[in-house]
């Protein structure tokens, strides 16, 4: 169970991350340091900010969930990541650099002009904060299971909720046809079905069950009464209104996760603009490395050591490549991912943290952190879910009925087991850091969208880099506004679809972007509406396929049309594996039709519009020269690395002093080697700078004693 020492933990974090942005409110002189950072980052703390931002807190969920399952199968997502992050490495990282912007969406003006500089912009706007909504409730979902007590997790079979909802489905059952006419009765009607079908199989409901339950019926206030009615008749009201406030307390300490969370990263990247947001992102980096490893090496000591976890393992432990449809992330499925990684991690929207860097050597350099970290880390990262089943052989029953998929908890599960006292409020830390890389990016970069590429250039050309700068941080507290009200939408009105909306966007919208902004660093003769109409194409196709072909009036016509046919089973294929349609399908569909828009294209036409994309390529291969481009007397390196290097000291020596809490010698290890690393990197970072300056005193002694012989 969580202790105190774990809530000073926490609470420490919390104030350590706020500060960040009053230690780099200096470093912001004007709109071009808040969202680019002033193109003067060092390639360490760009490659660390690439690295955590890449991930969040699904990674200790969700794919640990796959992990569990599965065994290695779940590595090959970080392959696909080491195979996108060379590509940049010796390609795309510079020529990202030396396009020369301040936020992506530059780009694309630059290259597809201002028609498609606003569809683009928009469409990334307002697309952000469902994207940050997902990850802030994701993280509140996860902590509000991990500060519960077990007794406030499960509902026992002889309590009366269970019963007085069986007897409620019942009833609703014997209403008849009139009432499964109603769309919306049915969709009641299911969401009780399987609650009873849960607490049948497993003698558990679920607070998350008990949601949807208790949202239903204050959505259909005639379900309410019924349900009231049993409970009375049955003598079970009083329990059931008690399970009503469990429900409402679990869910008001849901929303103050998300209200706190969403407010401290707010705090932070509205004082210190993109350089808090590096910072930030470097810190958490150290954090979750630390953490993670520490874990894996306790799982494998209590395991019994490495040959006693090899010998645990199930022997489809190894297996990658599933047969087709046997299972949802078969060989197919994977095929269709290398797709989808390399464009992902390489083009200049979703790569455009690049733009920070200080020159094209340090952007091509930054990829070297989240290339070598995913071919290292992963295997750490799942190694107490792959001990699990040893460790805690009980884990699916035990939590069975408390959420929906039971092995997504095996890494908190096993956390909350071995981890000592203070250490289970850094691994909480941990999770925050995992999706505060995510949100805090995101807060930044839609300010940077909004001001840059809508104010500046559409309402305010003429607007001093002073104006820009101050809208800038009224855009990042619009920008974050947003994202915590979408995320507390979600948790509470589980009857608005937005978080399913947010998944299906990357498959009805992401093909056509990610080809367009690929695609439009190599190829020069597109007309400018080129980008847009490709996009329109894209979402026309993936809902044909993915959406209009999957439907159940769609196959009532269709299948039997197949029956017979080969193509019956490749249908069926479909609707139940529709994932891998956006890259093995729509995809290429999307190159094909990009490619012909060059027909098109007649230079003599757009004189003004080719003369911008010429210099567009020409930058793009031109390498940055820091001193000439932004001056030598702006370089800060040597204050980032100070910077970073003392804060990485003082979260080390916070880490130290729970040495001093009370736990076994095992646990005071832990602690120990966790504080080590952070004081360590500090220390190295700081002795560099000094190591530096020494030598540059080396170097310039000669020199004046020679310059009076000449």
């Not at 003067?40 to 569990?68: D, K």
């Not at 997502?77 to 912007?101: E, H, K, P, S």
């Not at 079970?236 to 401290?264: F, P, V």
Request: charged share 15%; net charge positive.
């Amino acid at each position: 169970m969580i202790s105190v020492y774990d809530y000073i933990v926490i609470i420490f974090y919390f104030l350590f991350i706020i500060s960040l942005g009053f230690v780099f409110k200096k470093f912001n002189k004007g709109s071009k340091d808040y969202f680019a950072g002033g193109q003067r980052m060092c390639w360490w703390l760009l490659g660390g900010s690439l690295f955590i931002s890449n991930f969040s807190c699904w990674t200790f969920t969700g794919a640990a969930g796959i992990a569990y399952k599965y065994g290695i199968l779940i590595l090959y997502v970080y392959v696909m990541d080491v195979a996108g992050y060379i590509i940049g490495y010796a390609f795309f990282a510079t020529r990202l650099r030396q396009m020369r912007l301040i936020t992506p969406i530059d780009g694309v003006r630059r290259r597809y002009g201002k028609i498609s500089e606003q569809f683009f912009n928009w469409l990334s706007i307002f697309s952000a904060p469902l994207a940050g909504g997902a990850w802030l409730l994701s993280l509140a979902l996860i902590l509000t299971t991990v500060f519960c007590r077990p007794d406030q997790l499960v509902t026992k079979p002889e309590a009366v909720k269970a019963a007085a909802l069986i007897a409620f489905i019942d009833s609703q059952n014997l209403k008849g046809k009139a009432v499964g006419q109603d769309k919306r009765v049915k969709e009641s009607i299911t969401i009780y079905q399987a609650i009873r079908k849960t607490f049948e199989q497993h003698h558990a409901i679920s607070p998350k069950q008990w949601g949807n339950l208790l949202k239903s019926s204050l959505v259909f206030e005639k379900y309410l009464d019924g349900l009231n009615q049993n409970a009375a008749n049955n003598g079970y009201l009083d329990e059931l209104n008690r399970a009503r406030d469990a429900q409402k307390k679990m869910a008001s300490r849901k929303n103050w996760i998300i209200i706190l969370t969403g407010i401290t990263v707010l705090i932070m990247a509205l004082l210190g603009g993109s350089w808090a947001v590096a910072a930030s992102d470097f810190i958490q980096l150290l954090l979750l490395m630390t953490i993670s490893v520490t874990t894996a090496v306790l799982a494998l000591i209590k395991v019994g050591g490495i040959t006693a976890f090899f010998n645990q393992l199930p022997e489809h432990f190894f297996n990658i490549f599933y047969p087709l449809g046997s299972i949802k992330y078969d060989w197919l499925f994977l095929a269709s991912t290398v797709i989808g990684s390399i464009l992902l991690r390489n083009n200049m929207m979703t790569a455009g943290k690049y733009i920070s860097a200080k020159d094209s050597e340090h952007a091509r350099k930054s990829t070297l952190i989240p290339l070598i970290g995913y071919a290292l880390l992963p295997p750490l990262w799942f190694i107490p879910v792959w001990a699990a089943p040893t460790l805690l052989p009980n884990l699916i029953s035990d939590f069975t009925g408390i959420v929906s998929h039971p092995e997504e908890m095996s890494y908190i599960a096993i956390a909350m087991k071995l981890l000592p006292q203070g250490l289970l409020g850094l691994l909480i830390v941990g999770l925050f850091a995992a999706t505060m890389s995510s949100l805090d990016s995101a807060f930044n970069r839609n300010a940077g969208l909004i001001v840059c590429n809508f104010y500046r250039d559409i309402l305010r050309p003429e607007a001093s880099d002073r104006e820009l700068f101050a809208a800038g941080q009224l855009a990042t507290v619009f920008s974050g506004s947003c994202v915590i009200a979408v995320a507390l939408l979600l948790a509470n009105f589980g009857n608005i679809s937005i978080f399913d909306t947010y998944l299906y966007f990357g498959a009805f919208v992401g093909s056509g972007p990610a080809v367009i902004f690929l695609l439009g660093m190599f190829m020069k003769r597109t007309p400018p509406w080129s980008a847009w109409v490709t996009v329109v194409f894209s979402i026309a196709i993936s809902y044909l396929l993915f959406g209009y072909l999957r439907q159940d009036s769609t196959a009532a016509w269709l299948r039997p049309m197949l029956k017979g046919t080969s193509m019956l089973s490749i249908y069926d294929y479909v609707r139940s594996n529709p994932f891998f349609i956006p890259n093995l399908i729509v995809t290429p569909l999307c190159f094909l039709f990009f490619y012909l828009t060059g027909f098109f294209y007649k230079k003599e036409k757009l004189s003004g519009f080719s003369e911008s994309v010429d210099k567009l390529f020409k930058d793009m291969n031109t390498p940055v020269n820091f001193n000439e481009e932004i001056g030598a007397e702006n370089d800060n390196s040597k204050q980032q690395a100070v910077i970073l290097g003392t804060l990485s000291v003082i979260y080390g020596a916070f880490i130290f002093l729970l040495l001093f809490v009370p736990n076994n010698l095992s646990g005071k290890i832990a602690i120990f080697s966790c504080s080590f690393v952070m004081l360590l990197i500090g220390a190295l970072l700081i002795g560099s700078q000094r190591h530096q300056k020494q030598h540059n005193k080396r170097i310039d002694l000669p020199s004046l004693e020679v310059e009076p012989l000449e």
